[in-house]
């Protein structure tokens, strides 16, 4: 079984001479279906450098970006395209929905640019909608939704149809801290019905919903976590430290 | 956690045997502070010689009494939950200690020393959020208890990221000269509250 994501020893680096920034340097990273990693790091470790290149919107200076087995250097301008808006699903700080959409006209976008009828992305747009609990305001405008409505919607948007990989920078954006989680809540489930998510964020909150997390610095990954033991061996421990 | 005032906390909603006060308490608290029935029955006895609570009648085993909140319990219960708790900080943080140490250590990576530490506090916290990930979503005792942790450690991070930046602004960290500074923190921090 290939993995979802595969970063094989990147690099990126950006301007050159005296100006040349080494963005990323040497990059490994395997993220597996159902599994949802987070990268965490300082403001300029590469974070979100490490996410566009994942996401295909940037290539690399050197080394490989696998998604699902594909080697992203053997696809072409347009198959790329094709790949990311079928293949990956993106959630933005600020969620990113078209005013002028209805709900589902905007998780169903990406679908309709790739040629599905209107109809059929309809259907899977409400079948999205219908996984996030938020198929009964399908038709209404996301100026009419409530911010909690909204994130959903985006989320629906990123995990529609056959998507396998899930990217989100800083998804929670300005949310409070209960309404942020209730993002990571969302992310972990859709990670947990298979999709892999890679989250991108300095909240270590946030973080703490994921899998895995991994520490970028100066462009380089210096350290992850190991998988955690269940929640019942804080309680034995008496919950305190 | 103050054993006495929760049990004064469960009393105020009426009157109540002991080993339901037991139940009640360990439910409301997600769990997580687990109280033997002893310890239920010695405090109600100090909270009865103090006057905060009565049973029915004096007489009988300790299971069968039942008991309830009195005006003076009340008074004391109000009061307590609007006194602030301590915040000053113990004395001497470990965490802390650790990392003014390591400055202090010929050839050691004090950046290598912070991630260590902040990988372990988060793996700590990815371990309480999934107990509040798998919690019944109406488990509010459970979410609040698990939320004070996690801003707890939270703090240790962002303390942790700040120590990070702040040493990226210094040209260099100077190397201690002999003889060798004070390991542990001298200057003495005033918080009034």
């Known amino acids: 079984m290939t993995s979802a994501l595969e970063l094989r020893q990147v690099s990126k680096i950006y301007g050159s001479g005296p100006t040349e920034v080494h963005a990323l340097v040497g990059v490994d990273l395997l993220v597996e279906r159902g599994e949802l990693v987070a990268i965490m790091g300082p403001s300029g470790s590469g974070k979100s450098t490490l996410l566009t290149i994942a996401g295909s919107l940037e290539n690399v200076t050197s080394g490989q970006v696998l998604v699902d087995g594909v080697d992203l250097a053997n696809v072409s301008r347009p198959d790329q395209a094709r790949m990311r808006r079928r293949s990956i699903g993106y959630v933005f700080q600020d969620f990113n929905l078209l005013p002028g959409l209805t709900a589902v006209e905007n998780v169903t976008l990406p679908l309709e640019l790739d040629g599905i009828s209107a109809k059929a992305a309809r259907a899977t747009g409400l079948e999205a909608m219908e996984e996030l609990d938020v198929a009964e305001h399908a038709d209404r405008y996301p100026d009419e939704l409530s911010g909690g409505e909204r994130q959903r919607a985006a989320i629906a948007r990123a995990i529609v149809g056959e998507r396998g990989l899930l990217l989100a920078d800083e998804p929670t954006g300005a949310l409070d801290s209960v309404n942020g989680e209730g993002v990571m809540r969302l992310l972990r489930a859709a990670t947990q019905r298979g999709v892999a998510g890679v989250v991108v964020t300095h909240e270590a909150q946030l973080a703490s919903w994921a899998d895995r997390v991994v520490f970028l610095r100066d462009g380089h990954v210096v350290d992850e976590t190991v998988a955690p033991p269940g929640p019942e061996s804080l309680l034995e421990a008496g919950g305190r430290q | ?193």
């Open chain 2, 1 to 193: 956690m103050s054993v006495p005032h929760a049990l004064l906390a469960l009393l105020s909603e009426g009157p109540k045997y002991g080993l339901r006060l037991q139940n009640e308490f360990e439910s409301r608290t997600g769990e997580v502070w687990p109280l033997n029935v002893g310890q239920v029955y010695t405090t109600l006895q100090r909270l009865e010689r103090d006057g905060l609570v009565e049973t029915d009648d004096g007489e009988g085993e300790r299971s069968q009494k039942r008991y309830r909140i009195t005006r003076t319990g009340d008074r004391e219960l109000a009061e307590w939950l609007r006194t602030p708790p301590a915040l000053v900080p113990p004395p001497r943080d470990e965490l802390v200690i650790k990392v003014l140490v390591a400055l202090q250590v010929p050839e050691t990576d004090i950046h290598e020393i912070l991630q260590v530490h902040r990988r372990n506090v988060i793996e700590v916290m990815q371990r309480y959020t999934r107990v509040k990930a798998a919690a019944k979503e109406d488990d509010l005792a459970l979410a609040l208890v698990a939320d004070a942790e996690l801003f707890r450690l939270e703090a240790i991070v962002r303390w942790l990221d700040a120590a990070e930046v702040r040493l990226k602004q210094l040209p260099q960290v100077a190397p201690v000269a002999a003889p060798a500074a004070p390991l542990e923190p001298t200057r003495k921090m005033e918080v009034s509250q």
